[in-house]
């Protein structure tokens, strides 16, 4: 079955639209919002239901406060930021369950927005109780899931909620994310380029081995790149390895080799003889790595030879940061790397929270065919897998 979409909804005037958003925005000490695309990339979908005289109550998570009430977890500055983004006032419940909850809803006008507490605040959200998903639902009428980024989740606001309403459908957020990844992994235009980066190969390797039945080039980056040259026999010095992981980093690289796939590692990287902003650092080739000291970016002759294999790529799909780009010494790898993606001629999709912020910083976020919103969704879908989220909206779409 397909999933059906919140245009494809009929009559929303004056109905009660539950919506799942991820609000899970970086916060400052002072409880500032400090980065508010996931807010931002919402605003189509409550636009929409907004311009169709819907009462819209929306549900997020904030955190991890493990099912107790932690008010620095609060929804309260999504609330805020959300009004402003709106030019409308968007109420904060204090809570997202109960009579006082139920009281507001049902007060609602067509065009109100409320915005529920965070869903965390209880330990059935996580454990996708039923009876909590019941609470939450709270006699609305239709639901839409447009947390793309939790749908990887089967929690009681994305799975178990879905079996209290006759309309269940997914907002446009969600449909952007599928409709990228299906041009990029389903048909794509070749030839289809991977880059993976970011600290370790655990949690990857599923992806790698997916991946090698699906592109045409790996480029391998990030502290994960270090597990394979050890298997591969060379001295990393005190660059992070994953020992226990060698052998099936191995195995993943004969595969993509049997497989004709052209697998890129670096040749040279940024070494320190600390993990420290103001370590001593040089450039050295991947065979000279110093005793003791450790790789924490890739070189300039990396950052060349990746940008030549991007030279005929059709289709770029990236996860993960080249380097501890958080600092400055060794940031110079990662941005160099955004900037050939930002620059190719190519469809270029990136996911992943730290990607993210370094296509962000580096600026060239306008020149990126899609940034999509979720970390571990986007991983789980490189990986073959269904997502929960997804799958119950496939099931319960078009009936």
């Not at 296509?359 to 065919?369: C, F, T």
Request: aromatic content about 8%; glycine content about 8%; hydrophobic content about 45%.
């Amino acid at each position: 079955m397909s999933i059906r979409y919140i245009d494809e909804i009929e009559n929303l005037a004056g109905k009660k639209l539950f919506m799942r958003v991820d609000f899970n925005v970086p916060l400052d000490d002072n409880q500032n919002i400090t980065e508010d695309t996931r807010i931002r990339a919402v605003l189509p979908s409550i636009n929409y239901a907004l311009d169709n005289k819907a009462k819209i109550i929306l549900a997020s998570h904030l955190g991890r406060p493990k099912g107790e009430r932690k008010e620095k977890y609060s929804m309260a500055p999504a609330a805020k930021r959300l009004s402003r983004l709106l030019g409308k006032e968007v109420k904060l419940a204090p809570d997202c369950i109960g009579d006082e909850v139920r009281a507001m809803i049902n007060a609602m006008q067509p065009g109100d927005v409320i915005m529920l507490e965070n869903v965390r605040f209880y330990a059935g959200e996580e454990k996708n109780d039923a009876d909590f998903a019941r609470a939450l639902a709270n006699d609305c009428d239709v639901y839409v899931n447009d947390a793309f980024a939790v749908s990887h989740r089967a929690h009681a606001s994305v799975e178990a909620i879905t079996d209290c309403f006759p309309v269940v459908a997914a907002g446009f957020l969600m449909k952007n994310e599928m409709n990228y990844f299906d041009k990029a992994m389903q048909n794509p235009i070749r030839p289809l380029v991977a880059i993976l980066g970011g600290a370790k190969v655990s949690g990857k390797i599923e992806v790698l081995d997916n991946l090698c039945d699906k592109v045409d080039k790996i480029i391998i980056g990030g502290g994960m790149a270090f597990t394979f040259l050890k298997g591969m026999g060379y001295n990393v010095g005190k660059s992070l390895v994953e020992d226990n992981l060698i052998e099936t980093a191995m195995k993943a690289y004969e595969k993509a080799r049997a497989k004709g796939v052209k697998f890129y590692l670096p040749v040279d990287c940024v070494v320190a003889d600390q993990f420290n902003p103001a370590a001593e650092t040089k450039v050295t080739t991947i065979q000279e790595i110093p005793e003791g000291w450790m790789a924490l970016d890739i070189g300039p002759a990396t950052v060349t030879l990746f940008a030549e294999a991007l030279q005929n790529a059709k289709t770029i799909v990236w996860n993960g940061p080249m380097g501890v780009f958080e600092m400055d010494a060794f940031s110079r790898g990662t941005f160099a790397m955004v900037s050939a993606v930002a620059n190719s001629y190519a469809l270029t999709i990136v996911g992943g929270g730290d990607t993210d912020v370094a296509v962000h910083r580096a600026g060239e976020y306008a020149k990126i065919s899609y940034i999509s919103t979720g970390g571990g969704a986007f991983l789980e879908l490189l990986e073959g897998k269904k997502l929960p989220g997804i799958k119950v909206l496939e099931d319960k779409g078009h009936k």
